[in-house]
């Protein structure tokens, strides 16, 4: 196997040493790990900003009770298309442009295993995502069912463009399905000599688990809107009571696939502050062996948790019980990193640069997103909670300042060795305290709105739920604007700054840290040796 | 105590005044039942695991940004692992785990307990209304938002209750062992009145049970829970529990106006009396989808103004109500509504917004229809 790449590696080196083509088709055509990283990660940005945009719809509505600027039907479609497009055009996409652009650098690997594929499952999502949001200029209107497109609503009571949604989430999975394969082939076959598994840096390894996850459970979801589409258009009944079928099967299915889903959005992350904290601390990073462990025993778990999903749908109080012991334990290896990352710092030599801000941001808010998400656990408990604004508050503390601030950390860290300046370093500050007040302030308060008895998904609501609402639109207008600055602070800094080092940070560690920056177009052409 | 009236007076005529603070409510209420009192005390009980936690965690965390700081002339210490340490911080978890399961369990067993009940109550969601059954005692109505549109539109004050009232609240008496059996005409919904801490699904095709016996009688207010269409945020639940003869008087009451509507259906009505009764149906059952001007929501809910169903030959007009429309969100009404209320709408459908076909189908039409349909 080896013997075969490197035959490869020699023949293209002695004919074109080159670097990037010319104009667009370099975009287009590219099997470059680091030009396709790049596209992801614009990708994702872009698809940041356009739903932060629905979400923003959202909140405008959302600032008073009665209805002002939507009816219920375009609400509906906004809370959707805001989900679907921040989980699988957002956060995926950023975490699979980290890995492009990383895990080569990380493992001492020349390319992806996979280059002509890489393309593939990039520019898969272009198409896909085109074709989702078309669907709300259709007759009817886009989506309108929630992310979670419960059946039979997102079946028999569907709008008409539920066809394109469908074609579009299988475009989606085809591409995640694509990228995780091609992760998993490059960690385990490229890396360099001496590079064992243990020693991977923690990137790597929580992205090779959750290549596992994507692989396990994107068929899932494929099939499942599968059945949908047979429902709907070829008279089957999976979901429908009336000729046979089930729709509480539907969110087993949905669920299965779900709940290993959030760990894909937050487990890369993981792996992206388990190198910020010890840089910044300037000290190694504290139970390596147990954090790999303990992502081994998050990834297992979560595939025997998702009922926790569906506590009042109805089944049986043993199954009741099984999936709130199951979902209890989720905390004891979760716990573990937590701790871990906190003695990582505990008498280290600190500094608060822009990434390391965003990780102990990460480390607190994440913590409290898992603290409520012990709260909704219990199952007698969740009655009172689920389908509230307290799991609105619980999953959008996991997933800002857990996936996206986890993410922007990572930017800031590597952003001097992908562009070959350093960044603003007051700007960057800014970016995060402007982030940090604006995300408590959207989300904290949905807590208690949430416990107060105000539904999730709903255009209206009681007075009594009146401030908090403004406080939370107050807070998302400002979030959702300093993303703007994020954009700002990017472009200034890949179009100028001051000159990156090889290693920018002094207590970083990895080889990525040991090529020039910018990183040249192609890296680790010969292997570096790792003792 | 009995020295300071005020305070205690002030304290009782608190819920009064408690607009103004209910804005901003923090917490989640303790509510009317012992199982609502037991949910609530798990949710504190974690709630505080979670402080204590949090404050540990998080107090190291500060410490060290505090005091390991570079800027502090700290040297960083080389040390990376402690198996000690870390079992300790695994066992110490899972032993607050167990501690936790063990009263969250008790509470689920009782929860699960829906036998022995001194009334059976169906709960049916439609999409956007409740519709309520006492088993046995051939009562059931619906039960609507009563929110004025003007109020949601912002054209008038919005009420205290303001989207959480309705026309009939579900009756129940208080002390009494109540079992919901909740289900779906449509898609999914969920019946919470967070009071009880009661929230079940209602699916269609399947029954889901649930129970609660209330301490004391008052008004109770909860929603939908579940997302189940464009107008989700507007199919309130309102619970009134009464004391047991107070209960007992209203079900007599409502058993004698069910009778006197089955003699309805066999009287001779005139045109104008089914449009006029048509009128006040086609606004609270109708008007959700299909508009209050018969304009619609085309696509997905069309227009009924110079419609071909409400232009065209009155039988199909009144299948398309009664039996609904497959495939399409159109509900079969035949079950929803009585004969008069089925023949009243058609009628009003037929004659409002210059449709104007000048014909009527009468209650014995729908009856004859229902009866033709059971065979």
Wanted: glycine share 8%.
């Amino acid at each position: 196997m080896s013997a075969v790449i490197d035959d490869h590696g020699h023949a293209g080196h002695d004919e074109h040493a080159h670097g990037p083509a010319k104009g667009l088709m370099r975009w287009v055509l590219t099997t470059n790990h680091k030009d396709i990283g790049t596209m992801y990660l614009w990708f994702s940005f872009s698809m940041f900003l356009l739903g932060g945009s629905f979400a923003m719809v959202i909140r405008a509505e959302l600032f008073q009770p009665g209805l002002q600027i939507v009816e219920p039907a375009f609400f509906n479609q906004m809370t959707t298309m805001h989900g679907l497009i921040m989980v699988f055009g957002a956060v995926m996409p950023a975490f699979v442009g980290l890995a492009n652009w990383m895990i080569p650098l990380m493992i001492g690997a020349p390319d992806m295993a996979l280059p002509r594929m890489n393309n593939f499952s990039f520019w898969l999502l272009p198409a896909a995502f085109l074709m989702l949001v078309s669907t709300l200029f259709m007759a009817g209107g886009g989506p309108n069912f929630g992310w979670t497109f419960y059946a039979p609503l997102s079946t028999t009571y569907a709008p008409e463009s539920v066809t394109f949604f469908i074609f579009a989430i299988h475009l989606m999975g085809i591409s995640s399905i694509m990228g995780a394969i091609n992760v998993i082939a490059t960690i385990l076959n490229l890396r360099a000599p001496g590079m064992t598994l243990m020693k991977m840096p923690l990137f790597v390894w929580t992205w090779l688990i959750t290549a596992f996850l994507l692989i396990a459970v994107m068929p899932v979801l494929a099939g499942c809107v599968t059945m949908m589409l047979m429902d709907i258009h070829f008279g089957t009944s999976f979901f429908s009571a009336a000729g046979g079928g089930d729709p509480v099967l539907f969110q087993h299915v949905f669920w299965f696939f779900g709940h290993p889903e959030v760990y894909i959005m937050i487990l890369p992350a993981f792996g992206a502050v388990s190198s910020i904290i010890p840089t910044f601390s300037r000290k190694p990073l504290f139970g390596y062996t147990s954090m790999v462990y303990a992502v081994a025993a998050i990834a297992f778990l979560s595939f025997i948790v998702w009922a926790h999903h569906m506590f009042v749908v109805g089944i049986p109080l043993v199954g009741e019980l099984f999936f709130m012991y199951a979902t209890m334990l989720i905390a004891v290896p979760t716990g573990v990193k937590v701790f871990n990352w906190v003695s990582t710092m505990w008498q280290g030599s600190l500094t608060f640069e822009t990434p390391m801000l965003f990780a102990v941001a990460f480390v607190i808010l994440f913590s409290i997103g898992g603290f409520s998400g012990l709260m909704l656990a219990i199952a007698p408990a969740d009655f009172q909670y689920h389908d509230t604004y307290f799991v609105v508050a619980h999953f959008h503390y996991v997933l800002v300042p857990g996936a996206i601030f986890g993410i922007f950390a990572s930017a800031y860290y590597w952003l001097p060795k992908w562009t070959g300046h350093m960044y603003d370093e007051t700007l960057g500050k800014l970016h995060f305290w402007l982030s940090f007040v604006g995300m408590n302030m959207t989300f904290f308060p949905m807590h208690f709105v949430g416990l107060a008895g105000m539904p999730r998904r709903v255009p209206d609501y009681n007075l009594q739920f009146a401030d908090f609402n403004m406080v939370s639109s107050i807070g998302a207008f400002l979030f959702g604007t300093t993303q703007i600055f994020f954009l700002f602070i990017v472009i200034k800094t890949i179009r100028g700054g001051e000159p990156a080092p090889a290693k920018p940070w002094d207590g970083a560690d990895g080889l990525e840290w040991t090529i020039p920056s910018p990183a040249p177009y192609h890296t680790f052409t010969t292997p570096p040796e790792v003792k | 105590m009995t020295r300071h009236p005020p305070v205690w007076m002030g304290f009782l005529l608190s819920p009064i005044f408690s607009q103004a603070q209910a804005a901003w409510t923090v917490n989640m209420g303790q509510g009317a039942t012992v199982v609502s009192h037991s949910v609530y005390d798990l949710h504190m009980i974690i709630f505080w695991i979670c402080v204590v936690i949090g404050a540990v965690v998080f107090g190291a965390m500060f410490w060290s940004m505090i005091v390991h700081r570079r800027s502090t002339g700290q040297v960083a210490a080389r040390f990376h692992e402690s198996t000690k340490v870390e079992i300790m911080w695994t066992i110490v978890p899972i032993l607050i785990l167990v501690a936790m399961a063990i009263p969250a369990t008790k509470t689920l067993i009782n929860i699960y307990d829906s036998t022995e009940s001194d009334l059976d109550i169906q709960v049916t969601g439609y999409q956007w209304k409740w519709h309520y059954k006492y088993l046995g005692q051939d009562v059931e109505f619906f039960s609507n938002l009563a929110t004025p549109s003007d109020q949601i539109h912002n054209k008038e004050p919005k009420g205290e209750h303001y989207l959480l009232e309705v026309d009939e609240p579900l009756v129940l008496p208080v002390g009494e062992k109540i079992r919901f059996l909740v289900t779906s005409a449509d898609v999914i919904h969920s019946w919470w009145m967070p009071a009880f801490a009661v929230k079940r699904d209602a699916i269609p095709g399947f029954i889901n049970e649930a129970w609660t016996r209330v301490e004391k009688p008052g008004l109770y207010r909860g929603q939908c829970a579940e997302l189940c269409g464009k107008d989700h945020g507007f199919m309130p639940i309102v619970v009134d529990v009464k004391t047991k003869a107070d209960f007992d008087t209203w079900l007599a009451g409502r058993k004698v106006e069910s009778a006197k509507l089955k003699e309805l259906t066999s009287k001779d009505w005139t045109m104008e009396e089914l449009v006029a009764r048509g009128d006040k149906v086609y606004h609270t059952t109708c008007v959700a989808c299909h508009q209050p001007e018969g304009q619609g929501l085309p696509p997905m809910f069309p227009a009924l103004k110079g419609s071909k169903t409400a232009t065209g030959p009155k039988e199909e007009h009144l299948n398309t109500v009664f039996n609904g429309r497959a495939g399409t969100a159109m509900a079969a009404f035949g079950k929803q509504l009585s004969e008069v209320d089925i023949a009243a709408v058609v009628t009003y459908e037929r004659n409002a917004w210059g449709n104007n076909k000048g014909d009527m189908v009468t209650p014995k039409d729908v009856l004859a229809l229902k009866q033709a349909q059971s065979k």
